[in-house]
């Protein structure tokens, strides 16, 4: 893959790190009862707010699946408190960190101990997870993009660390695959923020492009009044198109991935971008309705997902 975009080389930069293996601390001892009990919070949470992701994760074999939902516990808890109105986020942000980001959780503290159990197993970098904290802090002071290449340097905080981090669970080639794996997480946060438009105005957030809102003909009382425009549609189309080509371009890094985590990932993108086709169908209207997938929809596009990522091998 040739690096070229300025967006693109910088996030490289941050994705490169030589993992400590040889400072891993040691698996813990606080009982199996107590870990089950710690994966088994993670699995539920994961249940509870993202559909999607229990489904693909329930794609992996059990060691592997109760790790994937360790992280994904560890990001809904982080985000969730960038979004709490409440002016002790920043407080509550970083007494998460501390403990989140601690080797030896206390034991009731269920999902920093499946989380520090998971990273010490699978030889995650610490920096991946400092990276999405950055990331999900900066929600907390920063409101507007100017351009996307500030929006990239977001989604990759909130989104491309997930999925860097995801790879030293699965297991990858090297570190040919972290390209990959940077496009894909940009592409799915920029598939949440078209789907959200609306539901982020109303929080005081706007993550679309200044400056192409401005080449558009739109601006901020467009975003207001929620119209759909052509002006809107236009916009709207050239950012879907820009969220495909990035899909595009991460899919060969799949195959770079352990060979049990690939079914999973491939379904993870392809259900994920499945959800652009339906902002399409409802007519770019992202103000007053929110595009998604049913489960009898998910379920049916997983046989094709699989086809393809077996051809691959």
């Avoid at 893959?1 to 941050?14: D, G, Y």
């Avoid at 496009?183 to 959200?196: E, H, P, V």
């Avoid at 007519?283 to 997983?302: G, Q, T």
Wanted: glycine share 6%.
């Amino acid at each position: 893959m040739t690096i070229a975009a300025n967006w693109e080389r910088k996030l490289l930069e941050k994705a490169t790190i030589t993992p400590a293996y040889d400072l891993i601390a040691p698996l813990f001892s606080y009982g199996e009862d107590v870990m089950e009990q710690a994966y088994r919070y993670c699995s539920e949470v994961t249940r509870e707010h993202s559909k999607t992701f229990y489904l693909t994760s329930g794609l992996l074999d059990s060691e592997a699946q109760k790790a994937a939902r360790a992280l994904y516990a560890f990001c809904r808890v982080s985000d969730n408190l960038a979004d709490e109105e409440s002016e002790e986020r920043l407080a509550k942000l970083e007494a998460w960190k501390r403990r989140s980001l601690s080797e030896h959780p206390h034991p009731d503290d269920l999902i920093p101990l499946a989380w520090a159990d998971t990273r010490a197993r699978y030889g995650i970098p610490l920096e991946y997870a400092e990276q999405l904290l950055e990331g999900v802090a900066q929600d907390l002071t920063k409101t507007r993009y100017a351009n996307f290449d500030e929006l990239a340097q977001y989604c990759y905080g909130v989104a491309s660390t997930v999925g860097l981090m995801t790879m030293h669970i699965l297991g990858f080639s090297g570190p040919e695959a972290i390209p990959y794996a940077i496009k894909l997480g940009i592409a799915l946060q920029l598939t949440n923020i078209l789907r959200d438009v609306g539901e982020d105005w109303e929080n005081g957030r706007l993550y679309l492009p200044q400056d192409e809102l401005t080449a558009f003909g739109l601006t901020e009382a467009d975003i207001a009044a929620g119209d759909v425009t052509e002006n809107w549609r236009a916009f709207m189309r050239f950012q879907i198109e820009r969220a495909r080509t990035l899909y595009t371009e991460a899919r060969p890094g799949i195959a770079m991935l352990g060979r049990r985590g690939q079914f999973a990932i491939a379904s993870s993108a392809d259900l994920y971008q499945a959800i652009l086709e339906d902002i399409e169908a409802h007519d770019y209207d992202v103000f007053n309705y929110r595009a998604y997938l049913s489960a009898a929809d998910k379920l049916k596009r997983l046989p094709a997902i699989w086809w393809q990522v077996r051809q691959v091998n």
